[in-house]
């Protein structure tokens, strides 16, 4: 413990501008996946109770496939793959590219099962005073469903920080791969990811805070109903 206290003296200096630095680029990158995951889930989930046949299929299809491919698959296919065809994307779009599609299976089905919560009776009573569908889905069920998600959409957030360390593998400029760098760079392996790993916690600590309000709050809510 002395010996790793010294190294942290000696090191730390040099080692935490770097991590935080790296740590703003994993929480920007977390933030573009999530709102990428967010927009495109949401649409899925819609397109999965359309009475369109074709849509609910396409729907289904995607989510399916995407659920049964790792993250790590999809950002190698995205960022070596799409080179054969021409695409070609730097690490860090082609890892918030691969986390929000593959993000965007997951809150598909958190916001399904949020609009199906709703009962019924609410869309009915919408269409009754002349709202259309959409109006309906629009104004009167997605904010109701919103709040039913909220707290399973914070843990969503905090899984995808964390699983934007596997972005490393392919260079994208985040702490994970810092963190490397540093490990190789001083032969401390043990101190730098350790550091690394506190640095994760306190970004991932706020929103467990904040899922943990949202579920007390939900749950308040629903021992009035």
Do not use: C
Not at 1 to 17: I, N, T
Not at 69 to 74: G, R
Not at 95 to 102: D, E, H, Q, T, Y
């Amino acid at each position: 413990m002395s010996e790793m206290l010294a190294v942290y003296q000696k090191h730390l200096g040099e080692w935490l501008p770097q991590l935080i630095d790296a740590a703003g680029n994993t929480l920007r990158m977390t933030a573009l996946a999530f709102v990428l995951a967010f927009v495109v889930g949401l649409l899925l989930a819609l397109a999965k109770l359309s009475p369109i046949a074709p849509l609910r299929l396409f729907a289904s299809g995607y989510i399916e496939v995407m659920r049964g491919i790792p993250s790590l698959a999809i950002l190698f296919l995205i960022y070596f793959g799409l080179a054969d065809f021409g695409l070609v994307f730097d690490a860090f779009p082609a890892a918030v590219i691969g986390f929000g599609l593959n993000g965007a299976a997951y809150m598909a089905e958190i916001f399904r099962a949020g609009i199906l919560s709703i009962h019924s009776g609410q869309t009915e009573a919408a269409l009754t005073v002349g709202m259309t569908p959409l109006a309906a889905m629009r104004w009167v069920v997605l904010p109701q469903a919103l709040r039913v998600v909220l707290p399973p959409l914070a843990n969503f957030g905090i899984a995808l920080l964390k699983d934007t360390s596997v972005a490393s593998i392919i260079s994208a400029p985040e702490l994970m791969l810092r963190a490397r760098d540093l490990a190789s760079s001083s032969f401390r392996p043990m101190e730098v990811f350790l550091l690394a790993a506190a640095i994760y916690l306190v970004m991932s600590l706020p929103v467990s805070f904040l899922t943990r309000r949202l579920e007390a709050r939900f749950s308040r809510g629903q021992a009035h109903v």
